[in-house]
């Protein structure tokens, strides 16, 4: 505001959101600040572009190098941005949600018992509220907002007391969602933690059987399985530098792209927007069982 800017304020929101808000506000950029996922003691500030996609490492290192120089513009008083609060920002996104899902097939599912930890993060707010839209049955954990992350080690523990819960309500699945709803963790039906090139090998698979011969970008840093379970479908796979910009804008960019991401940097639905959404792939993934007739 201080240099003349107008600032539009999401308050406290999960990323996703914030990037699949950015276009429909039409402003020139967006930035997203929130504790680091994985050290607590770290702010982490990511600049986002008109279509809420990352800035590259060089845009960054300008932006970096005009703060510590103190090279910026210097408003006249007249001129101080305004500050402003977007209203209806959550129903905006509910509504492109429900249209890229087939909302039939949750209402109609057997797979509609579902336990998922939020580890105290913003989108604990956000996707019970989405989901209870569709009929689904499902089971919060931990989704009070704490202003500190947990611990790695903690969240260690509270992924087996997730995995005990599944197991005692006999739910389809349980679900950890972290990094402020970009990331997630999965517990099948018998309490097995999927993680890491499994998780995204699963999550490949599913889109693949609900799109064969669709396209799928992921990082360099992944394994060949991707590649393997993509010869079974007849899919087609994509490489990228294993940068969350490069992945980005890759899966913009090419067309025919169902799927991004890795389980790592978390999922991209391009459709929906091009940022990891793990909120949405929470909700596909009950699509997907629905519609292909199978558990995790």
């Keep these: 505001m201080?240099?003349?800017?107008?600032?539009?304020?999401?308050?406290?929101?999960?990323?996703?959101?914030?990037?699949?808000?950015?276009?429909?506000?039409?402003?020139?950029?967006?930035?997203?600040?929130?504790?680091?996922?994985?050290?607590?003691?770290h702010v982490l500030i990511e600049f986002l572009d008109s279509n809420g996609i990352n800035l590259d490492k060089a845009q960054e290192k300008k932006i970096e190098n005009a703060y510590f120089k103190e090279d910026f513009r210097r408003a006249r008083m007249e001129e101080i941005g305004e500050i402003s609060y977007p209203s209806r920002v959550l129903?905006?996104?509910?509504?492109?949600?429900a249209q890229n899902l087939n909302v039939e097939a949750i209402r109609n599912s057997s797979f509609k018992r579902v336990i998922i930890d939020y580890v105290y993060a913003v989108s604990g707010a956000v996707l019970p509220r989405i989901?209870?839209?569709?009929?689904?049955?499902?089971?919060?954990?931990?989704?009070?907002?704490?202003?500190?992350?947990?611990?790695?080690?903690?969240?260690?523990?509270?992924?087996?007391?997730?995995?005990?819960?599944?197991?005692?309500l006999k739910a389809s699945f349980g679900?950890?969602?972290?990094?402020?709803?970009?990331?997630?963790?999965?517990?099948?039906?018998?309490?097995?933690?999927?993680?890491?090139?499994?998780l995204t090998g699963v999550i490949v698979d599913m889109a693949l059987t609900a799109q064969p011969r669709g396209t799928i970008i992921v990082p360099v840093s992944i394994a060949g399985l991707v590649e393997q379970v993509a010869a079974r479908h007849q899919g087609k796979v994509i490489r990228t530098k294993s940068s969350p910009t490069a992945l980005m804008l890759a899966c913009q960019k090419t067309e025919g792209t169902i799927l991004g991401g890795s389980a790592d940097m978390g999922?991209?639905?391009?459709?929906?927007?091009?940022?990891?959404?793990?909120?949405?792939?929470?909700a596909k993934?009950?699509?997907?069982?629905t519609i292909q007739e199978r558990t995790i």
């Excluded at 087996?160 to 197991?167: A, G, H, N, P, W």
């Excluded at 993934?285 to 069982?289: A, K, R, V």
């Design 91 to 97: 129903d905006y996104y509910n509504s492109g949600f």
């Design 175 to 198: 679900v950890q969602v972290f990094a402020n709803g970009e990331k997630f963790i999965l517990i099948d039906e018998t309490g097995a933690v999927i993680r890491d090139e499994i």
């Design 285 to 289: 993934i009950i699509e997907w069982l």
């Design 267 to 282: 999922f991209i639905f391009p459709k929906l927007h091009p940022g990891f959404d793990a909120m949405f792939c929470i």
């Design 2 to 41: 201080s240099v003349g800017a107008n600032i539009q304020n999401l308050e406290a929101t999960a990323i996703p959101i914030s990037r699949f808000t950015a276009p429909g506000l039409g402003v020139a950029g967006g930035v997203h600040v929130r504790i680091h996922p994985d050290k607590n003691d």
């Design 131 to 168: 989901l209870g839209k569709f009929s689904s049955d499902v089971i919060v954990l931990n989704a009070s907002l704490n202003e500190v992350a947990p611990p790695i080690r903690e969240r260690e523990k509270m992924l087996e007391q997730l995995s005990d819960v599944v197991v005692a």
